[in-house]
């Protein structure tokens, strides 16, 4: 949280050089692919029309993914979401009746590649700006002026902050010193005077709930200067989800737990899971079918099993799954955790449940609303009424719609 709040006015470099990166990586592919590979009889406008759509597709994607960040993300995580990219683009190609208009092989390679120069694209823009700051460039120097716990790990984490935006040069507290910073270290009241004569960029102040009068003190020593003073709220005792600041009826508030899912973000999101779903149950159509048939010689009993789940909001629905155990598996011993070597599973649905093939037909609770693609797996109420109590901030899970990915 530190680290992001702090590079969240000088991100704006990494974020458009790694969007210019994903730009020239799926437009790149592309257009060396269509004069790479002999084609037959094609039409320039409608492959640049697919590659426009394909650049537009990408940054609306990973934009909601979460892949446009000040640091870098994991090796990787690019994936999903250029998957997501190729079914929307699937779903364009079947929407306008095109897709015999193009290459397969063109097509295919074009998956494949653009995602390896999607990765390697993002690897260089990385390494780049971490050796522009190496050399002294945007980077800021800041001081941390803070008290107890705050204070400490407030200096902690920016001084282990590993992409070299900040450079930490000094900590001033009228508390203990802290014994491992190598830094200059000073009284709070030596603050301004240390800031105004070491070109300091900004000044971070951490302070305690309960050292509102500190923090006055230190806010005032600064009133005359313009160097740029950033706030830590006090939150390292909570368990947050989503938290951020807002204004509201004209007063500045801290969102210490908000949903995630509001407004746009919540209608794009809906969209992308019931578009994925669709494509996802139209492939795999052939697949359920297969199963339905295995789970119906395997054991007497019903196709389907429906379990009652709760998600978003605490709101209880039914999830889907192909039956796995034996129709009266709970008859004798109520809400029991299913083992990964359970007795209670017939020899196919064993099988299922290794390889969660089991869990296929929760797309059709993405489709209902009931589910996301990607969130917390749902539990049962009977278990989440023991978890809420035994397992600190369970309950955030709730605040998000729950998924099948887990």
């Known amino acids: 949280m530190i680290g992001n709040a702090g590079s969240r006015d000088h991100s704006s470099l ?18 060396v692919l269509y004069y790479a590979i002999p084609l037959v009889d094609p039409d320039p406008t409608e492959y640049l029309t697919l590659t426009l759509v394909a650049v537009l597709s990408t940054g609306v994607v990973f934009n909601q993914l979460g892949l446009y960040r000040n640091h870098p993300v994991p090796l990787g995580a690019t ?13 364009f190609l079947f929407i306008t009746k095109t ?3 193009f290459s397969r092989l063109w097509y295919g390679l074009w998956l494949a590649l653009g995602f390896v120069a999607l990765e390697l694209g993002r690897r260089g823009v990385y390494r780049m700006i971490r050796s522009l700051r190496r050399a002294g460039l945007d980077r800021r120097r800041i001081i941390v002026v803070g008290a107890a716990e705050v204070g400490a790990k407030t200096l902690a984490r920016l001084s282990r902050h590993k992409d070299g935006e900040f450079e930490v040069v000094a900590y001033f507290t009228d508390d203990e010193p802290v014994s491992d910073f190598k830094g200059w270290q000073g009284v709070e009241s030596e603050a301004s005077s240390f800031a105004a004569a070491n070109n300091i960029d900004q000044v971070w102040l951490a302070f305690p709930f309960n050292q509102a ?6 806010l005032e020593q600064f009133k005359h200067s313009v160097v740029d003073l950033r706030l830590v709220p006090d939150l390292y005792g909570f368990r947050l989800l989503n938290h951020s600041t807002s204004v509201v009826a004209g007063l500045s508030v801290v969102n210490l737990s908000m949903t995630p899912m509001d407004g746009v973000s919540r209608f794009i999101k809906d969209v992308e899971d019931k578009v994925v ?10 697949l359920l079918l297969v199963i339905a048939v295995g789970v119906k010689l395997s054991s007497p009993g ?7 789940r709760m998600s978003w909001n605490g709101r209880c629905f039914k999830m889907y799954k192909f039956r ?10 109520g809400a029991v955790w299913a083992t990964p070597d359970d007795r209670r599973a017939t020899r196919f649905g064993a099988f299922l449940r290794r390889t969660s093939l089991d869990e296929l037909p929760q797309f059709f609770n993405v489709l209902k609303g009931d589910m996301s693609i990607v969130g917390p797996r749902p539990e049962r109420p009977v278990f989440v009424d023991r978890f809420k109590d035994e ?3 369970y309950m955030q899970k709730h605040k998000v719609k729950a998924g099948i990915t887990g």
């Open 277 to 286: 779903s669709i494509l996802v149950l139209l492939a795999i159509s052939p």
């Open 324 to 333: 796995s155990m034996r129709n009266d598996a709970e008859a004798s011993t």
């Open 99 to 101: 897709s015999d208009h």
């Open 302 to 308: 019903p196709v389907f099993f429906r379990q009652e």
């Open 213 to 218: 009068d500190r923090l006055e003190g230190v």
């Open 14 to 31: 990494v974020v458009i050089l790694t969007q210019i990166s994903d730009i020239l990586a799926v437009s790149g592919v592309s257009t």
């Open 391 to 393: 397992i600190p901030g």
């Open 79 to 91: 994936l999903p979401g250029w998957l997501l990219v190729f079914l929307l683009l699937s779903l």
